[in-house]
């Protein structure tokens, strides 16, 4: 309403009181609670601006460094915050909260980790209700200088901000201080932050919660201790904590992934000398005397197996017994993790006062009322409205948007296919230079062999690309986004969600899925191989599969991504406030108040958390989708996000202005995705042990093709594995396009070996699969069946054996919503109806005087 603007606008101070760290008007009793800055006209003759807002401005402070700076201070009276906190619903103490809390047995271990609580006082709790002014009386409002704490002010007053109208043109409502930023009129809006981060404020009523944060919170030497949600929240509102006490959940939950992961890698570094296929390999007996096929045609060379010794040793570490187990653990930890989470974010719901949680009627943006020219009838209140535009051109940018991410993602996949034909020609180049022939002893066939070289190089490339167009694609999503035109925010970033999590989805993952479930899958044998594009020869794994090469890509890309993130998010804000403080150096000896040192600081982006939520989730997406294969990822990420709760921290406590306190109830779209990640993760991790790792031919031939009637050995083992799973090939069978060149060959030799399971030369169904293949994929398939079956049989007992909402947390809330019917309702209708009582009693003694004596 325009009284409550006019009246939070209309007081405030012209002159600055040299007291740099005060958050109050010179009068110290009013606090400043939202500020504005725009640029003065008349010290600026290129900017113009409208009579309009000249009359809406009715107090500034000129700017200490920059005399075109005007900075109008806004403050909130209690009228107006008891009127608007009843309006927004907003829920305030009722009472101190009686119910007894029971101490957890390891409490005593908890506390080394905690915050000091003699640094950072704990919040009472109170039972809270929807705030009516009519029921002022019940709520606790002992000092009311503390019931509406600062971020609530903060939060009321950026409320009455948005709704203001300030203009009408074409029968067309403007409103909201969001469409005067983007018009350029005010430069800025923001609260201000209560001291700074490195110093203690000087003013005794300032409670330094910025500096507490700083200290006890982003400063890294707290990088071990748990995070004070509680001041978090009061702090900068109930959206940031709940990314944080998120963020935080799911750290702690990866200690555990982390620790399990650690223990298959070493139980894998532990046993790989024990691994009898690799010493096959390596054995100048066994593998010595194995003379392998060229992988490409007529330029490469025979090659021997012994050089792959060194690639086979690690494959054991990370293809073992141990992945199979960590696999099948990770499909449960995934479902705990999401079903702990549900608790614990019920448990913030009731603390933070978001149980019931009654969201506003969101405003359009003012993009979108900006275009609203075309006139429609609402058919529910047959009242003309305006629209941006028409249904047919509704469906026109819906198809055009379509089109675009349509465009964008086939990109990404050209790019893939780009990665493909790079590692199909390098290939070509890396077996020419850096394999020898048999009896060759250079030290670098020991640990770079060509299909190594290729994946390390195709590894880096396709990071760098990935981020190249990461960074053009979110360009292009918020431009297609803002085409689409979204009435609301909240529909605003949840189709940027969307697009960017598809898009991100694709980017980060398809070379991932290229190398588990399609390289060397389709190549042939050499006396038909089959081409890429009709050129390139497929790409064929090593001996031992291509997990190790998919651990290559996966380190690659976490560990670069990890790193480039946390450069950027503390690097670009740091530089860019060094700039600033550069440029101001020469008047820097002049005291600046609060506001003007917090503008000076960089902007919140308008998406606030989206970026940080979409870094995390994609992170979560590695450690769930492709961890068969890298049982590392869980520690990497653990590391990762130990940093980045920090990083976070100091980032929105030092280098941004104070963000605009918001509540929200979880985190939002981000759980479905997540759910669907992790319901994903178990169909790729069983096709990853089935078809990338060499787990499943390896048991097949341990417990069937070792003994008869298949195998020579009297018992089971895994002797004679390699020579059973190599085909044999007649080297005059080559076609010519693909037959070798002559040079590449020595000694007598007329047969080559190769990775498959078929029939040799001179059987009557040679170069055919064999009994083996057969075997093997029946097994494959058999596993992926059980596997999956048994996790989601796990996961849904888990889900249905686990509430949502604990038993503790149900209390509280009853005896909240006990005491809010008592207290606000059956209370006053005791005290009416003991008043209705008294009257009637009044009344009816009033009628019968006058009577009775004509009755006598």
Known sequence: PKPYWYL???????????????????????????????????????????MRKKQMVRCFSVSVLDEKLIFVKVHAPWEVLCTYAEVMHIKLPLKLNDLKTQDSAFNWFSRFFQVDENIIKPEQEFFTAPFEKAHLSDFYTENRDIF?????????????????????????????????????IYKAAFPLHDSRFNHKSEDPNCPNERYLLYKEWAHPRNIYKLQPLDLIRKYYGEKIG???????????????????????????????????????????????????????????????????CESS???????????????????????????????????????????????????????????????VINEITQQEEHMPYTACGKCVRMAFCTSAVLFWILLIVASVIGIIVYRLSVFLVFSTTLTRYSNGTEAIQKYLTPQAATSVTASIISFIIIMILNII????????????????????????TMKMFLFQFVNYYSSCFYIAFFKGKFVGFPGDPVYWLGKYRNEECDPGGCLLELTTQLTIIMGGKAIWNNIQEVLLPWVKNLIGRCRSAARAEKATPRWEQDYHLQPVGKLGLFYEYLEMVIQFGFVTLFVASFPLAPLLALVNNLLEIRVDA???????????????QDIGAWQPIMQGIAMLAVVTNAMIIAFTSDMIPRLVYYWSFSVPPYGEHSSYTMKGYINSTLS??????????????????????????????????????????????????????????????????????????IPDVSQKTKSKIKREKYLTQTL??????????????????????????????KFE
């Open 148 to 184: 509406f704490n600062p971020a609530t002010r903060s939060r009321i007053v950026h409320f009455i901000l948005s709704c203001v109208e300030y203009a009408v043109r074409d029968n067309v409502k403007k409103f909201g201080i969001n469409k005067l930023l983007d018009s350029g």
């Open 473 to 496: 694609y979110e360009k292009v999503a918020i431009v297609i986004t803002d085409f689409e035109l979204p009435r609301t925010q909240t529909d605003y970033e949840n189709s940027l």
């Open 824 to 853: 606000l309702h059956e209370n006053h209708l005791k005290v009416v109806e003991k008043n209705v009582g008294k009257l009637t009693d009044r009344f009816l003694k009033g009628v019968d005087r006058p009577f009775r004596p």
């Open 242 to 308: 709940i990314y944080f006490a998120w963020l935080g959940f799911y750290t702690h939950m990866l200690i555990i992934a982390a620790v399990v992961g650690l223990a298959c890698f070493l139980y894998g570094y532990l046993t790989k000398d024990n691994c009898t296929w690799s010493q096959e390999v390596c054995d100048p007996n066994i593998g010595g005397n194995i003379i392998m096929c060229p992988q490409c045609d007529q330029i490469c060379a025979y090659w021997n197996l012994t050089i792959t």
């Open 313 to 375: 040793k690690k494959l054991c570490i990370f293809d073992s017994f141990g992945t199979l187990v960590f696999a099948v653990f990770m499909g449960i930890w995934v479902t705990l993790f999401l079903e702990f989470w549900k608790r614990r974010q019920a448990e913030l719901e009731y603390e933070w006062d978001t149980v019931e949680f009654l969201e506003q009627e969101e405003h359009v943006r003012p993009e979108y009322e900006a275009r609203c020219t075309h006139k």
């Open 8 to 50: 939070i606008i209309k007081c405030g101070d012209v002159e600055f009181d040299q007291k740099p760290d005060s958050l109050f008007f010179n009068d110290g009793q009013r606090r400043i609670d939202f500020v504005l800055v725009y640029e003065d006209e008349s010290k600026n003759e290129t900017r113009k601006r409208t």
């Open 728 to 801: 044999v090939f007649n080297t005059l069978d080559f076609k010519i396009k693909s037959k070798p060149d002559p040079q590449f060959w020595f000694g007598n030799q007329t047969t080559c070996r190769y990775r498959d399971f078929r029939y040799p030369p001179g059987h009557q169904h040679q170069y055919e699969h064999n009994i083996f293949y057969w075997h093997v994929i029946a097994a494959k398939l058999a596993f992926i069946i059980v596997m999956e079956h048994v996790i989601y049989c796990v996961k849904f007992i888990f889900s249905y054996a």
């Open 650 to 664: 100091w980032k929105i406590t030092t280098q941004f202005r104070r963000r605009v306190p918001q509540k929200a």
